[in-house]
């Protein structure tokens, strides 16, 4: 009970102590901020002007940027892929196929076998 009260009692102080501080902040803060509202229109008109197409040619170029490096992305993904098949399906390939013919040999004659008009 005795802890209920104490609680209580804090909360009473806090907002009696919370209310003339907020009147105070009310008092001081709105004429601080509508002074800095007007003196902030001037500010605003010019960055509107002067900044609002150094806005746009920013997000132009990071979009040109972004859509360089994608494509650049998708060209080296399929470099690796590329890569891959050449080195684990046609290397191998081309790799038997040399041993068969090299085994078995091919249907051409050899170049010893030509018969040559005398070079």
């Given amino acids: ?6 609680l209580a009692l804090y909360g009473i102080v806090g907002i ?8 105070l902040l009310l008092v001081l803060g709105v004429p601080i901020v509508a ?3 007007v ?5 605003l008109v010019v960055l509107a002007i002067v900044g609002l197409p ?5 997000a132009v170029g990071a979009t040109v940027i972004g859509v ?7 060209a080296f993904g ?7 098949l050449v080195l ?12 068969a013919t090299r085994l078995v040999g091919s249907g051409e004659p050899r170049r010893s076998d030509r018969v040559t008009a005398g070079w």
């Fill in 35 to 37: 002074a800095l509202a």
């Fill in 88 to 99: 684990f399906v046609a290397l191998p390939l081309l790799v038997v196929g040399w041993v």
């Fill in 78 to 84: 399929l470099g690796i892929a590329l890569l891959k």
């Fill in 68 to 74: 360089t490096f994608a494509l650049l992305g998708i």
């Fill in 39 to 43: 003196l902030a229109v001037p500010v």
């Fill in 16 to 23: 009696a102590l919370a209310i003339p501080a907020a009147v």
């Fill in 1 to 6: 009970m005795r802890t209920l009260l104490k």
């Fill in 54 to 58: 150094v806005l746009i040619i920013l």
